[in-house]
Structures are given as C-alpha cells and as structure tokens.
C-alpha cells in the first residue's frame, strides 16, 4: 500500500499545532504555542487559548506545508483531535479540518486525543508495540491504559482521582514561585539536587490500595503534603524540595505502570504525554523497566507536548489499518472517553 500522507491538526489546549506525516515518516511538526500569554494568570485561560488558535491556525498549516515540501492537493487525508479538551479551543481545529478536507474533497479523521498521544511513538520506532501499556501523563491526564490496537481497542486500567502528575507540578511550581508551566522549571531545578531530601508521601501505595486501586492515581495529598512543608520551613533548600516532590510523582507513576505490565502479561510499556519529557521520569523509566525484563518506549521530549505530528500519526495508522473515515459534520467531545478512538456516523 502507498504510504499516505496525512495532515494532523491538534488544538484541544494551548498549542496550536500541525503535522504532516507519510505512513510512519514525519515530514512537518510546526506548533504555535499561547503559553506565554497564559503564563501571567498561572495556568490555561479557556478564551485566551481560543482566541489564539484562531489567530495561528492559517499561519501554522502554511508552515507545515512548506517545512514538509508539499502543497495541499498532495494530502490524502485530514486527521484533527475531536477531544478530550477544552471545547472552545477544539472547535477551532475541529473547523479547520472538516473546512480543508471538504475543500480538498478528502476524508477526515476526529481522533482521540489521548490515543494520539501514544500513537507519535510509530514516528519514533518501528516495531510495533502492540498490545503495550501505556502510561499517558499530562498537564490534564494520568491514565494507564491497555492498548491492544491504537486504531481499536483501548481499555483504561486506572487514572488520577485528583490532580494530574502535571497539574501537581504546575501547582507546587506556583507555590516555590518558579513560574508556568511548572514542569520543566521542576526539573530544572532538581537536577543534581537530593531526591531522598524529604520523604513526601506516594498516594494510592498502601497495602490496601494494592488491593481496592492498583492502578489509580492520587497527588493531591503529596500537593498537601509540600505546601505544609514549606510553610513550616521557611529556610527550605528548594532543589531539595523540588527533587523530592519530583520523586514522589515519578516513583508512583513507575511503580504503577510496571504493576500493570506484571498483571495483564505484557511486556512493553510506553510513556506518553507532556510528563513524559521529565528527564527523571525517563531515567528512572529505563532503569526499572530494564530490571523487570520491559520494553519501554518513550517519544522524543519534542514530540511528549502536545503536537500536530501525534495527530497525522494516528490519522495515518487510521488509513493503513482500514478504518472508516468520520463523517464531515461532527461534534468536538471535551470529555470523549479514552476508548472511543475516532468518531464514526
């Protein structure tokens, strides 16, 4: 089968973003991020982002189309994120797409988000990984799920009850004054710092959480737990802290996902999401998953954000698989399940 080249569009956040891909081959990844205007107000603002996607969508498929060489008459199909995200900023995508793939008289492709994001690992390696698990952490989700068929069957095994491992760090970075998003500036700080420093708790890892919850997430206690620690120690070392805390997140996500490869049988994990560029969590990923005999695989920390090229990437798996397009008229879904992979009539 020809190789098809697939436009991904993805605006469910921050980022306006677009990539072309052909087959398993990234050709553009261009990404227009409203960061910097949502940085004053310490996290996303719904309007804000909104208003940029408009701004930057024309711009950024312009771009894309020149990076990969190509003009738009030579894309085959249309992929965009239909959800989950915030709805505002995913009608702006959602009618980018359904417009270019109506005027090109192209199929489109309304894709799940979450599923993209484990889907960038086929521009990354190429064995296939499937059936894997799937540790998906993000400013929004923390999820293990059970991939038998990206393009089919996605089961979630667990997921945060509270804060995503994301969200638990753009909060304590807020709290230590480092700024938004706080993830990098978390690992930033950390490196080289006492990991062992303080003793946060791990949520959800007692022995009866083992049992009612092996595979569900909690981070607000340990959220809890750092800003007591800073209000009673006013000479706090702040790697210390942030190391520790950064632990504490890595060390419950591993400890899960390697749970989860043990109990299902499955022998390969993949790491995806914003979280997923946390260069602890990627070292700390590789040691433990080599230990227990798992194949790990974690993007390129350019392609862990979100992106357009994690959108065409599953659009594309989409087309070499057989699936059935979308119909042209659909609804964006800001709470579509993990399972529901792309929409259909």
């Not at 569900?216 to 190391?243: H, N, Q």
């Not at 964006?332 to 992979?341: E, Q």
């Amino acid at each position: 089968m020809i190789e098809p080249i697939i436009l991904g569009i993805e605006t469910s956040c921050d980022e306006s973003a677009v990539g072309i891909v052909r087959g398993r081959t990234l050709l553009a990844n261009v990404i227009a991020s409203s960061v910097e205007e949502h940085a004053r107000f310490g996290g996303v603002v719904p309007e804000i982002a909104s208003r940029a996607h408009l701004e930057a969508m024309i711009p950024t498929i312009r771009q894309a189309l020149q990076d990969a060489k190509i003009s738009l008459s030579d894309i085959d199909a249309v992929a965009v994120t239909a959800g989950p995200g915030l709805i505002g900023a995913l009608l702006v995508g959602v009618g980018a797409g359904a417009g270019l793939a109506l005027g090109l008289d192209r199929p489109i492709f309304a894709v799940n988000h979450l599923a993209a994001h484990i889907s960038v690992d086929a521009l990354t390696h190429s064995q296939s990984l499937q059936p894997t698990i799937a540790l998906l952490v993000s400013g929004g989700h923390s999820s293990l799920l059970q991939v038998d068929d990206i393009t089919a069957s996605i089961t979630q095994l667990g997921a945060t009850m509270d804060d995503a491992a994301g969200e638990a760090f753009d909060k304590i970075a807020r709290l230590m004054k480092l700024g938004f998003p706080g993830g990098p500036a978390i690992d930033a700080l950390a490196t080289g710092a006492d990991e062992c420093a303080i003793d946060f708790p791990r949520g959800l890892t007692t022995s009866g959480d083992w049992q009612s919850r092996p595979f569900d997430f909690s981070f607000s206690g340990l959220k809890t737990a750092v800003a007591r620690y800073i209000e009673a120690t006013p000479d706090y070392t702040r790697a210390d802290v942030a190391a520790s805390f950064q632990e504490a997140i890595v060390d419950v996500l591993l400890l899960k996902s390697v749970a989860a490869c043990k109990s299902t049988g499955i022998d390969s994990l993949v790491i995806a999401g914003g979280v997923a560029a946390n260069s602890r969590l990627r070292a700390l990923a590789q040691q433990r998953c080599d230990k227990a005999g798992i194949h790990l695989a974690i993007p390129a920390p350019g392609l862990c954000t979100d992106n357009g090229a994690m959108v065409a990437a599953l659009g594309s798996l989409m087309v070499l698989a057989g699936r059935s397009a979308s119909p042209i008229a659909f609804e964006a879904d800001s709470s579509l399940p993990v399972d529901v992979l792309s929409l259909l009539s």
